[in-house]
């Protein structure tokens, strides 16, 4: 069964713009956390917009040889499922930020084997009852899901 995490990126943040590629360490944001998400191997994929806004992104992570999508800047939902529209629907997607670079490959993996023992639909490492810090997260889910809620939502929100 085949797995993917997605890095949701863009540079026209409202409260820090460009945020994705400030460096740690001279490594830009993005690229530390495409990095730490495959270093055990988990395909990654960077997922972006269309927008003008976004093109430096692009740039960086070609320079990098980093994998990228790019689709809609307004509904993250259909870039999500746009950026799959060649897998399988029982494909494990992994939902992370580029100003997260902690979840690694060892998380994920481990959030993997969670969700597929315990057989859900949905999980996410977040909050207090995670026992992670503030701000670390990751989510996983099958791309039937996200496929679903792309036909069925039509909420600015939910896009979001």
């Known amino acids: 069964m085949r ?3 997605l890095i949701q990126a ?3 943040s409202s409260r820090l713009p460009a945020k994705v590629l400030l460096p740690i360490e001279n490594i830009p944001l993005v690229v530390l956390a495409a990095k730490r998400a495959s270093n055990t191997g ?5 997922v972006t917009s269309t927008d003008v806004s976004d093109d430096m992104l692009c740039d960086e992570l070609k320079k990098k040889n980093i994998k990228y999508y790019r689709g809609s800047l307004n509904n993250t939902l259909n870039r999500f499922v746009s950026a799959l529209k060649e897998f399988d629907d029982q494909t494990i997607v992994f939902r992370l930020t580029a100003d997260n670079s902690f979840p690694d490959g060892s998380l994920l993996d481990e959030l993997e084997e969670n969700f597929k023992s315990q057989k859900l639909d949905y999980l996410i490492c977040n909050g207090h009852k995670s026992g ?3 701000g670390l ?3 996983v889910m099958r791309l039937c899901a996200l496929r679903e809620a792309s036909v069925r939502t039509e909420d600015l929100f939910d896009l979001e």
């Open 132 to 134: 992670l810090p503030h």
């Open 3 to 5: 797995s993917i995490a």
């Open 42 to 46: 988990i395909e990654v994929l960077v």
């Open 137 to 139: 997260s990751a989510e």
């Open 10 to 12: 863009r540079l026209s």
